[in-house]
C-alpha cells in the first residue's frame, strides 16, 4: 500500500521481472533504501512474468512479509514485458506510476529528476540515453549500437518525432494518464513503450526526456536478430492504427480532456485484467511456501 505522508507526490514503481533471479533481490533492496532515505511515500509491484528461475523466490526473500509496501504479482505465463508493464500499472495506487527494469540499469535515484519536471507541468517523464548530458556506462557491440541508433530513428521518422529514446526502461506517468494509456496497450513485447507514448500524445499529454546514466545490461531478455523485426512491425502497425486524425486518435484526444479534467481514479480494471491475462496476487500462502524454499535453499 502507499502509505499517507504527503510531502510529496506518492509514488508506485512498477518492476516487470522475467528470469531475474540474478539481480530482483539487489535491485529490491536499493530501490527501497533510495526511496526511504527520500522520504518518499511509495509502493514497489513486481510483475513476475511466468519465470523459469527462481525470481518469485527472490523477490519474495527480498520483499519480506512484514512490508505492505511491496506487493508481488504472478503471471501463470510469460506474455512479454509489454503486457506485464500494463498488469502492475493498472494495479498502481500512486499520484505517479513509474516503471523501471529488474536488472536496475537505470537507477532509480533519477526519481530526482520526475519532481521538477512534474512541477513545471509534465505529466510523463522519461529516461533518455541519448541527451547530451546522458551516459552509457559499459560499452556495446557495434551490431547492438547500430541498431539501437536504428530504432529511435525509425520511431521519430513514423509516430514521435523529438523523442530521442523510446526505449529506456525508465519512465514516469501521471496518475491521470495511465488507464487511457495502459488500459488498452495492445503491444504485448518490447516496443509497447512506443505505443505507450504515442497514446500519450495524442491524449495531450505533456511529456519530458530527461538525461540518464544507463549501464548496459549484458544478459538483456532483448533479441535483436529475432525481436528486432518483430518490434518493427509493432511499430508500424501502432502509427498507422493511431495517425493523427485516426478515430483512434480523436478518442483518445476526448479521453485525455475528460481525464484531466476530472482527476480521474484507475479503477474497474483489476478484475477484468485478472480474467484477461490470468495475473494474480501472490497469495499469503504461496509466499510462505516461496519464503521457506528460499530459505532452505540458503542454507
Not at 541527451?131 to 560499452?139: F, G, K, P, R
Not at 547500430?146 to 526502461?169: E, K, N, V, W, Y
Not at 495524442?202 to 519530458?208: C, D, E
Request: proline letters at 3%.
Amino acid at each position: 500500500m502507499v502509505s499517507t505522508d504527503r510531502t510529496l507526490p506518492t509514488l508506485s514503481v512498477v518492476i516487470p521481472a522475467y528470469n531475474a533471479a540474478a539481480t530482483i533481490a539487489q535491485t529490491l533492496a536499493d530501490v527501497k533504501g533510495a526511496l526511504d532515505a527520500r522520504a518518499i511515500s511509495y509502493e514497489v509491484i513486481v510483475v513476475n512474468d511466468g519465470s523459469t528461475d527462481a525470481t518469485l523466490a527472490e523477490t519474495a526473500k527480498a520483499a519480506g512479509a512484514s512490508d505492505g509496501r511491496v506487493r508481488v504479482m504472478s503471471l501463470d505465463r510469460n506474455i512479454g514485458k509489454g503486457a506485464t508493464v500494463r498488469a502492475g500499472m493498472l494495479q498502481a495506487k500512486g499520484d505517479w506510476v513509474l516503471f523501471m527494469d529488474a536488472d536496475h540499469s537505470t537507477r532509480i535515484e533519477h526519481v530526482d529528476l520526475l519532481w521538477p519536471e512534474a512541477a513545471r507541468g509534465s505529466d510523463v517523464v522519461i529516461g533518455s540515453r541519448r541527451m547530451a548530458q546522458s551516459l552509457v556506462a559499459s560499452e556495446r557491440t557495434a551490431k547492438r549500437q547500430l541498431l539501437g541508433d536504428l530504432f529511435p530513428r525509425i520511431t521519430q521518422l513514423l509516430c514521435l518525432p523529438g523523442i530521442s529514446d523510446t526505449q529506456c526502461g525508465f519512465k514516469a506517468f501521471k496518475r491521470w494518464s495511465v488507464e487511457p494509456i495502459f488500459g488498452e496497450l495492445a503491444t504485448s513485447r518490447f516496443a509497447f513503450d512506443v505505443e505507450a507514448l504515442l497514446r500519450a500524445k495524442r491524449m495531450g499529454a505533456s511529456i519530458a526526456e530527461v538525461p540518464v546514466r544507463w549501464d548496459n545490461p549484458n544478459d538483456s531478455t532483448l533479441k535483436w536478430a529475432s525481436d528486432g523485426p518483430n518490434m518493427l512491425g509493432d511499430v508500424i502497425a501502432v502509427s498507422w492504427r493511431l495517425r493523427a486524425g485516426s478515430a483512434a486518435a480523436r478518442r483518445l484526444a476526448a479521453l485525455g480532456r475528460k481525464n484531466r479534467e476530472s482527476g480521474v481514479e484507475i479503477t474497474g480494471q483489476q478484475g477484468q485484467l485478472a480474467e484477461q491475462i490470468e495475473i494474480k496476487p501472490a497469495r499469503a500462502t504461496e509466499m510462505q511456501a516461496v519464503q521457506a524454499a528460499a530459505a532452505q535453499a540458503s542454507r
